[in-house]
């Protein structure tokens, strides 16, 4: 068969071809703009970010499987769809070529690859022999360190599991850093949380942002503080450096590390001595009123401005401020909890508020990031595998470590973040069997025999809790790579084998949630449906089906959660609160001013999230340049070091190497450097010894303290 | 057609970086090259000391990079957005060189040149660009300024609003900031390799040319409409069905 066409066809099928190109030219760069396929759609999941209390939720679009870029869920009012550099870099990691992917066994010859369930076999084998070994004595030989990298049902899968492996030793993740405002918070008002929503700071007068670097540390809250200020709400901050978050008060007093106790004592002294306080309040409302007087009355003016090095004027007007104000609110930074310290500073910055009634109330109270957990945990765990008593804390533990005391250890985390870190990692090595869950190659694997590889957020579903006590939920939006697991199912599979008759029977989170909210009262209402349907996560309690969230003031009925109702200025068991400089400070008792005048601060920086993950993301190194030290360009001067070199950073316990960043942001005779870098990542941006090799391994009555240390910049010549 | 724009209120902006991050996630600029940045400049009038400015491609309605572009890859759309054909582009960077914002970059893997374009490849999504969208600060406004009932074009009509334009390159940017902002004339002259000017001048001889060859062939096919050239004309081709051809 044959086609034909006749030339004049021909030539207007031409003409035409060429009429239409000449019609489309004007068009094709549409066509093939820079755009990804346009119209296909994608999945859509549920999440949120497991760093920070801030609790970010967001949507993950998903496509042939995997996540490929996240929104913010506009509907979270705490966040309204906002998130952090850090919580994205989730999309990275989770592909991340330098993630492990499987168990791994330390043998005489190295590192060898064994199966998941032959990791599962050998740690139940671990904590039998060892009960065997110690029956009723097992609880002083086992532990764990918190925090899991992961959701709530896998923390109460590890405490069931470690209850019946006969486990009490759970080491909280705050330890090392908040631990300390928490558990005063709870000791003295009956709640570790903020007493308060952060949406009531529109309502205060006066906002004092005591050491709470929230641009920094918890981005996405600087909205509460735009808000604030958009009310009229006047906003003092108080930290020795500027940082981001001075773009948005109005005013800020740069004192000195650590000595905001001093500060705040002063102010008690003042209003008991001029008798500005609320007396009927405090009559009726609290005990030991003397013992506070007795604590406050060494804090004359002079002896503030003496140890803060604020002058006395800013003195005497921030004071001014906090009389007149009939609604103050504070916001407790983790910086505070930081010095050895921490305790006598807020317990002094709670007494303050409670002696002008500022506790109870629209506009009052406090709040902290540092925290949020909803109440509940233990009594699930109580429910299901009986009462059991309280643990050590890290401290002991470490004690118990030299002693070769301990048989098998669960190292979630890192132990970098423990103060002497190197010490500790001598100590860790007299540990018969150490369980290390992480992701990457880090210096946990020098002491760990066995290496269990996690998941991250995006590949498992489960919920989480933020600083506002708001539990959030995720679904479960791609595959782990290799025989990577979630906690929960590591920690179930341990416990079926231990006790397969007695261990609760779920397969996903969502069950054990749901097991959870069944068992609680206070928890009925926060069903895994609802938190599904909920961006902002819900706050708790709420006891009934369908309840109401309830926001703002904690006290509802006005009176402290106390065995009393009342607010006692004398801890018994801690004694009264008296304010020291840090240890090891250069004006503590133990410093040592001519060799090391410095005063030493470290911390978060806003894009990495402490000494682990988020070192080995690209997304994040992109924002770094290596160690560095932030020194006042005089301190500099002083020290024989210049701006942009290499210098020591030296304390009695060592020294690091560290970029010297001169800077009229930090105040004279301070340093401060990032807490987050190690040794093992694979960008020079973000790999340094950690910071913890160099600081001592000093602890206040809760967690262990190092902020305001003596030390020193040495030039790397001569 | 919506004529999209953007405004950023600076004075909100504390540079947490998410807008950066975002934006690479969302459009796979690898990270360390950037669609988007934020500007750190001392300023007294700040707590801290510095000033932040946002910034991107500031989707220019006079676009120097337009004219830069040898290839006709470059062009201002309709919608307001300044677009990249990625099949033209071959990448000799002209536009790079052009643009006085250095809101263009060269992608390391496609050899291409890649900008921001508002997130064109997620728009119908329904989800606002990366850096509006997950901005902690809620800094970005973005919307159709051809609606008056829309955020961007209220905000426009009732705040006055600042250009940051280069002094010896203007480009008339349509991205404007919402009252004050830190510095306004730091971007720099254009420049443009002059080999590169040269392609420009060749690349337009070419498609002078190409256009007098086309008008040959349509005058060429009207001729032969009215006046046929010869009488067999009408004859016809035989094709076989092979598709092997034969010559007439
Ligand atoms: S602010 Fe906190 S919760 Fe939000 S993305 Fe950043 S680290 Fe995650």
């Not at chain 1, 550099?85 to 999309?91: D, T, Y």
């Not at chain 2, 004075?11 to 998410?18: E, I, P, R, T, W």
């Not at chain 2, 009038?45 to 500031?58: E, T």
């Not at chain 2, 052009?98 to 060269?106: F, I, Q, S, T, V």
Request: net charge positive; hydrophobic share 35%.
């Amino acid at each position: 068969m044959s086609s034909k066409v006749s030339r004049r066809t021909f030539m207007k099928a031409g003409a035409a071809a060429v009429g239409a190109l000449t019609c489309l030219r004007p068009l094709s760069p549409a066509l093939g703009a820079n755009s990804a396929t346009p119209g296909i759609d994608y999945e859509r999941v549920h999440g949120y970010c497991p760093f920070c209390q801030t609790r970010c939720t967001f949507t993950a679009f998903k496509k042939n499987g995997k996540a490929e870029f996240l929104v913010g869920k506009d509907g979270n009012r705490w966040t309204a769809g906002g998130m952090c550099p850090k919580g994205m870099s989730f999309l990275e990691l989770a592909d991340s070529p330098h993630r492990l992917t499987r168990p791994m066994l330390k043998t005489a010859s190295g590192w060898q690859n064994i199966s998941y369930d032959e990791a599962i076999a050998l740690t139940v084998e671990k904590l039998q022999e060892a009960r065997r070994r110690h029956g009723n004595e097992i609880a002083r030989h086992l532990a764990l360190t918190a925090p899991l990298w992961d959701c709530r049902e896998s923390e109460l899968a590890a405490l069931i599991t470690m209850r019946f492996a006969g486990c009490i030793n759970i080491m909280p993740p705050g330890e090392v850093c908040i631990s300390t405002a928490s558990s005063t918070l709870n000791t003295l008002l009956g709640s570790g949380n903020s007493t308060t929503t952060v949406d009531e700071v529109e309502n205060a007068e006066l906002l004092v942002l005591w050491g709470a670097n929230i641009s920094e540390t918890y981005p996405p809250y600087t909205r509460w503080l735009e808000k604030a200020k958009a009310k009229g709400v006047r906003i003092i901050l108080l930290d020795c450096r500027r940082t981001r978050t001075s773009n948005f008060v109005d005013r800020q007093l740069r004192i000195a590390p650590g000595t905001d106790g001093a500060l705040a004592l002063g102010f008690v002294n003042q209003i008991i001595q001029d008798g500005s306080y609320d007396k009927a309040y405090v009559a009726e409302n609290t005990n030991n009123f003397n013992a506070l007087v007795k604590d406050a009355s060494p804090w004359t003016l002079a002896q503030v401005a003496a140890a803060t090095d604020l002058a006395e004027e800013d003195i005497i007007r921030f004071y001014r401020e906090l009389m007149n104000s009939r609604r103050t609110m504070m916001w407790l930074g983790g910086s505070l909890s930081r010095y050895s310290n921490g305790m006598a500073t807020v317990r002094a910055i709670i007494a303050m508020q409670v002696l002008c009634n500022q506790i109870m109330g629209s506009g009052k109270g406090l709040l902290t990031m540092e925290s949020g957990k909803p109440e509940g945990e233990k009594e699930f765990v109580d429910h299901i595998c009986g009462r059991a008593p309280a643990g050590v804390n890290f401290r002991r533990l470490r004690i118990a470590m030299d002693r070769n005391e301990i048989d098998v250890l669960f190292l979630n985390s890192s132990y970098r973040r423990y103060p002497d870190c190197d010490g500790l990692k001598e100590t860790l090595k007299k540990v018969n069997f150490v369980i290390h869950r992480g992701f990457f190659k880090t210096e946990e694997l020098e002491v760990a025999h066995l290496f269990v590889p996690a998941t991250f957020t995006l590949e498992s579903q489960g919920s989480h809790y933020g600083a506002e006590k708001q539990v959030v939920w995720r679904d479960k939006c791609q595959n782990a790579p290799g025989d990577c697991v979630p906690d929960w199912q590591f920690y179930r599979d341990i416990g079926r084998r231990l006790e397969p008759e007695k261990y609760p029977r779920f397969e996903t989170p969502s069950e054990l949630a749901t097991l959870f909210s069944n068992t609680l009262p206070d928890w009925k209402g926060i069903t895994v449906d609802r938190l599904r349907k909920s961006p902002s996560g819900l706050v708790g309690p709420i006891p009934a089906i369908n309840g109401p969230e309830l926001l703002g003031c904690i006290f509802r009925d006005g009176k402290f959660r106390t065995p009393d109702g009342k607010f006692d200025f004398l801890l018994k068991a801690v004694g009264p609160i008296i304010w020291t400089p840090p240890k090891g400070a250069p004006k503590d008792k133990d410093g040592d001013p001519k060799n090391f005048p410095l005063t030493f601060i470290q911390g978060k920086i806003l894009t990495q999230w402490q000494q682990t993950i988020t070192n080995f993301a690209a997304s994040l190194a992109q924002f770094s340049n290596g160690r560095y030290v932030q020194v006042h360009p005089e301190t500099a001067s002083q020290c024989g070091v210049k701006h942009g070199e290499t210098a020591y950073l030296v304390t009695a316990f060592g020294k690091v190497e560290a970029r010297i960043e001169a800077s009229e942001d930090i105040t004279p005779g301070v340093v401060f450097t990032p807490s987050h870098f190690l040794g093992t990542s694979p960008y020079p941006a973000t790999n340094s010894p950690p910071i913890n090799s160099i600081l001592p391994n000093y602890w206040d009555r809760i967690s262990a303290q190092f902020n305001g240390l003596g030390c020193m910049l040495q030039p790397m010549k001569g | 057609m919506p004529r999209y724009r953007m405004l950023i209120d600076s004075n909100k902006c504390y540079n947490c970086g998410a807008c950066i991050v975002g934006c690479q996630q969302r459009n796979s600029v690898p990270y360390g090259y950037r669609r988007n940045w934020v500007r750190v400049d001392a300023d007294p009038d700040y707590g801290f000391g510095k000033g932040f400015q946002p910034g991107g491609c500031m989707q220019c309605d006079a676009p120097l990079c337009v004219e830069a572009c040898p290839t006709q890859a470059t062009w201002k759309g309709d919608d307001g957005v300044v677009l990249i054909d990625v099949q033209r582009c071959i990448g000799c960077g002209a536009c790079i060189a052009a643009c006085p914002y250095d809101a263009r970059y060269r992608h390391p893997e496609r050899g291409t040149v890649d900008k921001c374009d508002y997130c064109a490849s997620s728009r119908h999504l329904g989800i606002a660009p990366a850096c509006v969208q997950l901005c902690p600060a809620q800094v970005r406004t973005f919307g159709d300024a051809s609606d008056p009932s829309s955020e961007v074009a209220q905000i426009a009509a009732q705040q006055t609003l600042t250009y940051v334009e280069s002094p010896q390159s203007p480009t008339k940017p349509s991205l404007a900031f919402v009252g004050a902002t830190t510095v306004t004339n730091w971007p720099r002259a254009a420049a443009l390799p002059s080999p590169i000017a040269a392609m420009r001048v060749v690349a337009t001889g070419v498609r002078y040319l190409g256009a007098l060859s086309l008008f040959g062939v349509i005058a060429m096919f009207f001729k032969q409409i009215l006046i046929p050239s010869d009488d067999k004309s009408g004859a016809e081709i035989h094709t076989p069905a092979s598709g092997k051809g034969e010559k007439p």
